[in-house]
């Protein structure tokens, strides 16, 4: 089975500070994928990437960035967070487009 | 832009009776369609996916989906709902190769 874990499952942050969200697959997939999922809004994709080093941004990506150093690990980063990115927060990774993604079980993340 | 509609926000069904959850969706070319489920704090599980072929798509845990072109619909269905289905489930449609449009999810209740 594949296996999407991401570091925490709870964080609580002070506003300001940055914030480091980490997920791992385990699966070898090119397609990773950064949510963020609010009651009654669904999931919103923050940034994907195809590849080591390659990123995209998706509906959401101002006040975020990402890193993918590593096939297997890509990284959601909060410059300076802020009340407004009080939220859950899901990963994903897939084979390919038609393919399902897989998810963590997500991180919440308050901030204060 | 593609984009999807859960009409409802929830579902109340009781243990036995058919059940279904109701999925529109909007997009340019063929659509390539998922449902996924959330238990709480959870991620995304993968239910099933409609890419072509059979309008009748079976997935896990005894659900199916039926795809209806004319009416751009993707309903989820269940012949005989157990409480244990009770949770929160989204209809998705792919956006290129860019991951996935979500709606915003249909709390379904299953009453003993």
């Known amino acids: 089975d594949v296996k999407v874990t991401q570091s925490s499952r709870y964080l609580v942050k002070r506003t300001g500070e940055k914030v480091f969200l980490e997920c791992v697959q385990d699966?070898?997939?090119?397609?990773m994928f950064w949510y963020r999922q609010d009651p009654g809004l669904g999931l919103r994709l923050i940034y994907f990437?195809?590849?080591?080093?390659?990123?995209e941004k998706g509906d959401i990506p101002e006040g975020y960035s990402v890193s993918r150093e590593k096939k297997e690990r890509f990284s959601l980063i909060l410059e300076s967070a802020s009340t407004n990115q009080t939220s859950m927060y899901l990963c994903?990774?897939?084979?390919?487009?038609?393919?399902?993604?897989?998810f963590g079980d997500g991180t919440r993340l308050s901030i204060l | 832009a593609q984009s999807v509609a859960q009409p409802e926000d929830q579902v109340n069904v009781a243990e036995g009776n058919p059940l279904t959850v109701k999925c529109t969706y909007s997009?340019?070319?063929?659509?390539?369609l998922f449902w996924y489920v959330q238990y709480p704090n959870r991620g995304l599980q993968f239910l099933l996916k409609?890419?072509?072929?059979?309008?009748l798509v079976k997935g896990s845990y005894g659900f199916e989906a039926e795809f209806n072109k004319s009416q751009t619909s993707f309903h989820l269905k269940k012949p005989s709902a157990l409480v244990s289905d009770s949770a929160l489930y989204f209809c998705?449609?792919?956006?290129?190769?860019?991951?996935?449009?979500f709606g915003k999810g249909t709390h379904l209740i299953i009453q003993p």
């Open positions: 990437s195809y590849d080591v080093k390659m990123k």
């Open positions: 997009v340019s070319g063929n659509p390539y």
């Open positions: 994903a990774s897939s084979s390919g487009a038609s393919q399902p993604q897989h």
């Open positions: 699966m070898d997939h090119e397609n």
């Open positions: 409609y890419i072509t072929g059979d309008n």
């Open positions: 998705a449609v792919r956006r290129g190769a860019d991951g996935l449009t």
